[in-house]
């Protein structure tokens, strides 16, 4: 069979299909970090219940730890609960799980489409195991992270066509910055708003959106149930940012230095409740071969301006992220802000493709041909032990059966 090398989204449509229907019936229910929180929200938003007020509570449902997410990240899955459900709970439950995989494929598949900028990039991250993982299940980061790759993408093909902008592009801008509002790491590209090819009011535009999304995730917070950690104390742990904001920065700063790696492969794949690792030198050599792409496929676009942005961007979102986590969820004995996952900075792996670009050709053409095979070979065995490591920690008996006999 001829591998269309030329079409970056077919191979991924293909390698997400196939392998997430894989994922999708290898992983046992509610072996997905969260997933029993986020298919009771999903069940939810299937019967109509679009906001449930923490004051008082939807008949037949209590609080849990997705009860605060907005419906927007559960249309796909509560959709395939409501269609499943005339079949049976089973049936009810892999429908769910089922149509987010195919939401995710088509706003995924789309993006590597329309961006003039990474495309092979995207690919990779999308297909990695943690990603497709996510995307296959009932997580909110399933619809989060694909509008989030999404949302760069549009921004990117806005940006580098240096085409002026006209007023469907910025209703659309508009739009999508109202949207991000109701997801979660999928509202950082607007950050990007300040580099789009608009000759008036660009910052003006672009604080303008910023505004809006920030101010209306902050009144569907306030109104909303937050999930927070029993160990926790949230209301001592606002006290000490205000009056001892040290105890923040040192144990943010400890929590980066000591668990930067555990966030890598967090981001790369450990799957199940965060319990089934990969081999070391798998997560070496996928940080390698992620780090090549930008030296194989150089985009010479890309400016300085756009690299410091985007370490300021990163700084941002890595910083707040820590802080929301440590009111939330760190008990105040702890030396270091506990939670953080590699996995919540999924959506915003683009600002780490502007941070990484290189403008050189180093190779030949024939050379960056020949790569493509590289990493779509790469993929298809990474993903295949993966689908092998779900096999090893949920049916050891079938795993054991066929190594040894």
Same mark, same amino acid.
């Given at each position: 069979?001829?591998?269309? !090398?030329?079409?970056?989204?077919?191979?991924?449509?293909?390698?997400?299909?196939?392998?997430?229907?894989? #994922?999708? +019936?290898?992983?046992p229910?509610? %072996?997905?970090?969260?997933?029993?929180?986020?298919?009771?929200?999903?069940?939810? =938003?299937?019967?109509? !219940?679009?906001?449930?007020?923490?004051? %008082?509570?939807?008949?037949?449902?209590?609080?849990?730890?997705?009860?605060?997410?907005?419906? /927007?990240?559960?249309?796909?899955?509560?959709?395939?609960?409501?269609?499943?459900?005339?079949?049976?709970?089973?049936?009810?439950?892999?429908?769910g799980?089922?149509?987010?995989?195919?939401?995710w494929?088509?706003?995924?598949?789309?993006?590597?489409?329309?961006?003039?900028?990474?495309?092979?990039?995207?690919?990779?991250?999308?297909?990695?195991?943690?990603?497709?993982?996510?995307?296959?299940?009932?997580?909110?980061?399933?619809?989060?992270?694909a509008?989030?790759?999404?949302?760069?993408?549009?921004?990117?093909?806005?940006?580098?066509?240096?085409?002026?902008?006209?007023?469907k592009? /910025?209703?659309?801008?508009?739009?999508?910055?109202v949207?991000?509002?109701?997801?979660?790491?999928?509202?950082?590209?607007?950050?990007?708003?300040?580099?789009l090819?608009?000759?008036?009011?660009?910052?003006?535009?672009?604080?303008?959106?910023?505004?809006?999304?920030?101010?209306? #995730?902050?009144?569907?917070?306030?109104?909303?149930?937050?999930?927070?950690?029993?160990?926790?104390?949230?209301?001592?742990?606002?006290?000490?940012?205000?009056? %001892?904001?040290?105890?923040?920065?040192?144990?943010?700063?400890?929590?980066?230095?000591?668990?930067?790696?555990?966030?890598?492969?967090?981001?790369?794949?450990?799957?199940?409740?965060?319990?089934?690792?990969f081999?070391?030198?798998?997560?070496?050599?996928?940080?390698?071969?992620?780090?090549?792409?930008?030296?194989?496929?150089?985009?010479?676009?890309?400016?300085?301006s756009?690299?410091?942005?985007?370490?300021?961007?990163?700084?941002?979102?890595?910083?707040?992220?820590?802080?929301l986590?440590?009111?939330?969820?760190?008990?105040?004995? +702890?030396?270091?802000?506990?939670?953080?996952?590699?996995?919540?900075?999924?959506?915003?792996?683009?600002?780490?493709?502007?941070?990484?670009? %290189?403008?050189?050709?180093?190779?030949?053409?024939?050379?960056?041909?020949?790569?493509?095979?590289?990493?779509?070979?790469?993929?298809? /065995?990474?993903?295949l032990?993966?689908?092998?490591?779900?096999?090893?920690?949920?049916?050891?008996? =079938?795993?054991?059966?066929?190594?040894?006999?």
């Amino acid at each position: 069979m001829k591998v269309n !090398i030329k079409s970056p989204e077919l191979i991924f449509v293909i390698f997400a299909f196939v392998f997430g229907i894989i #994922m999708l +019936f290898l992983t046992p229910k509610f %072996q997905v970090p969260d997933e029993p929180a986020h298919f009771e929200r999903a069940r939810e =938003v299937s019967v109509g !219940i679009l906001y449930n007020n923490p004051k %008082q509570p939807a008949s037949g449902y209590q609080f849990h730890g997705a009860s605060g997410y907005s419906p /927007l990240l559960y249309l796909s899955s509560a959709a395939g609960v409501k269609l499943g459900s005339f079949a049976g709970e089973n049936v009810s439950f892999y429908a769910g799980r089922l149509a987010n995989l195919l939401i995710w494929i088509i706003m995924i598949a789309f993006a590597i489409n329309i961006t003039p900028v990474f495309k092979w990039m995207f690919v990779f991250c999308a297909l990695l195991p943690m990603s497709l993982f996510e995307g296959m299940s009932y997580s909110a980061d399933s619809f989060n992270n694909a509008f989030a790759f999404l949302f760069f993408a549009y921004i990117f093909k806005l940006i580098f066509d240096k085409d002026e902008l006209q007023g469907k592009h /910025l209703f659309l801008l508009t739009g999508m910055a109202v949207l991000s509002a109701f997801t979660k790491g999928g509202i950082y590209p607007i950050f990007l708003y300040v580099f789009l090819p608009m000759k008036k009011h660009k910052y003006l535009f672009s604080i303008f959106c910023l505004i809006l999304a920030f101010s209306l #995730m902050t009144y569907w917070s306030s109104i909303n149930y937050t999930f927070i950690n029993p160990a926790a104390d949230a209301a001592y742990n606002k006290y000490l940012l205000l009056h %001892q904001p040290s105890d923040f920065l040192l144990k943010y700063a400890r929590a980066i230095f000591y668990n930067l790696s555990y966030y890598i492969k967090g981001c790369i794949g450990i799957l199940g409740w965060l319990s089934y690792y990969f081999h070391n030198i798998v997560y070496l050599f996928t940080g390698l071969v992620f780090l090549s792409l930008f030296f194989v496929f150089p985009e010479p676009k890309i400016k300085n301006s756009f690299r410091l942005w985007a370490i300021f961007i990163i700084f941002l979102y890595t910083t707040i992220l820590h802080l929301l986590i440590y009111i939330t969820w760190t008990p105040v004995d +702890f030396m270091k802000v506990t939670g953080v996952q590699g996995r919540y900075f999924i959506s915003v792996l683009p600002f780490f493709f502007l941070l990484f670009a %290189q403008s050189k050709q180093y190779f030949t053409e024939k050379f960056v041909k020949n790569y493509k095979i590289f990493i779509i070979t790469y993929l298809f /065995l990474f993903l295949l032990y993966a689908c092998i490591r779900l096999v090893k920690a949920y049916y050891p008996a =079938v795993f054991y059966f066929y190594m040894f006999k």
